[in-house]
């Protein structure tokens, strides 16, 4: 790559090494198993991300407690069987010198009714009717500390399988994000108020995790910086207080959702949003950012505006190899793709269904 993507990038405190800078996206595809068992479509597509260049993998949203389901295909990382399909996956990626990371998520206030057979849990409770027809369920003092034990086990099973560590999905108004917004978030325990009260549960877990896997293995958390689409209540200076504590609390990364990473801040005109992030971090924390990269320049001007590691999502999507062929200086495939294209990546009809929602992805 004639890109700064190339540089080797080394997370300090675990001393682990990733190859280049550029990250395969968390990516939900759709195509696990019943019950949540990844299954051998994911594992061909993730082979060819490996195989495709990328220096670390973060495999999709993954499953950490019943009741926090969004995707009747969603992965699990709830028991052993689940464990050794993502010991495929970390033997796979080690194949290609990549890392291999996966995102531990809970839907919240997200989680559809209708794949847990109960109303979504959350912070606070919300009355039933509108976006959320069976309302929404206030988390008691006990069922949050059995999630921050459930987020825990993910990753000490995600450790067994021989992963290289865990993103902590806190962004896209999934439950950690519901804790963190003060809108969604009404508490007046010790889980809700301040915000270091509101990042207490994010900052409970990494210590859990801590205190059962060496210190090499990687802990990310991903963040939305501000509001967005129907989501109410998330503010970026919020959002950098959050970071600094999560900083403090023995975080390896910290991994900005930004939609579209060259946009300017909503609440601050005028200023490059990622500019704002990275200057208010101010190198204490390593930085990825995800949104809108479409090929290795514009990896190589998020570098140039603070970030250090460059997540490729939709781009991903048609072109697993999308690290070589930049490398080589040949074209991508420009979204929106095939479907017999998307086929031939290993995905599955399943997939093809679940990418048909999403705008400007599929012809
Ligand atoms: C099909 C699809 C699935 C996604 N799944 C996840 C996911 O599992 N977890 C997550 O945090 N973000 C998910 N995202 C968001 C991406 O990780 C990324 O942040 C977003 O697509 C913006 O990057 P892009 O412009 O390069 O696509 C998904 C996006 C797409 C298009």
């Known amino acids: 790559m004639q890109s700064s993507l190339s540089q080797p990038w080394l997370f300090p405190d675990a001393g682990i090494r990733a190859k280049n800078r550029a990250v395969l996206a968390p990516l939900t595809h759709n195509m696990s198993l019943e019950g949540g068992l990844v299954s051998d479509n994911e594992l061909i597509w993730l082979e060819k991300a490996a195989a495709g260049g990328f220096g670390t993998l973060i495999a999709a949203a993954t499953l950490v407690a019943d009741g926090g389901r969004c995707w009747p295909g969603q992965p699990a990382l709830l028991n052993e069987q689940h464990q050794a399909r993502f010991a495929e996956f970390a033997r796979i990626a080690a194949g290609h010198g990549a ?62 399988a021989g992963l290289h560590g865990v993103e902590l999905h806190a962004a896209h108004h999934f439950l950690l994000c519901n804790f963190l917004n003060p809108e969604v978030n009404q508490r007046s325990d010790k889980w809700g108020g301040s915000a270091a009260n509101r990042a207490r549960i994010l900052l409970e877990i990494i210590g859990a995790i801590r205190a059962r896997v060496p210190r090499s293995f990687l802990i990310g ?124 990546q290993g995905f599955n009809e399943r997939a093809l269904d679940y990418f048909r929602t999403v705008p400007g992805l599929l012809l």
């Open 99 to 160: 890392l291999a990371l996966v995102q531990l998520h809970h839907g919240g206030v997200r989680a559809i009714p209708g794949l847990n057979g109960r109303s979504p849990v959350g912070p606070s409770a919300i009355p039933a009717g509108g976006r959320y027809p069976l309302g929404v369920e206030a988390l008691t003092d006990e069922g949050i500390e059995a999630m921050i034990a459930a987020f825990a086990d993910a990753a000490v099973r995600a450790y067994g």
């Open 221 to 344: 958390v991903r963040l939305s910086p501000e509001s967005y689409a129907n989501v109410q209540g998330i503010k970026l200076m919020n959002q950098l207080e959050i970071t600094r504590l999560l900083a403090a609390g023995g975080l390896d990364y910290v991994h900005f959702s930004m939609g579209d990473s060259f946009k300017q801040a909503d609440e601050f005109v005028g200023e490059s949003l990622l500019a704002l992030i990275a200057s208010q971090l101010g190198g204490k924390l390593p930085l990825m950012v995800a949104g809108k990269v479409q090929n290795a320049r514009d990896g190589d001007a998020l570098l140039g505006l603070g970030a250090d590691l460059v997540a490729v999502g939709s781009a991903a999507i048609g072109n697993p190899d999308w690290v070589k062929r930049q490398s080589a200086g040949q074209q991508l495939i420009p979204a929106p793709f095939s479907e017999q294209w998307l086929l031939e």
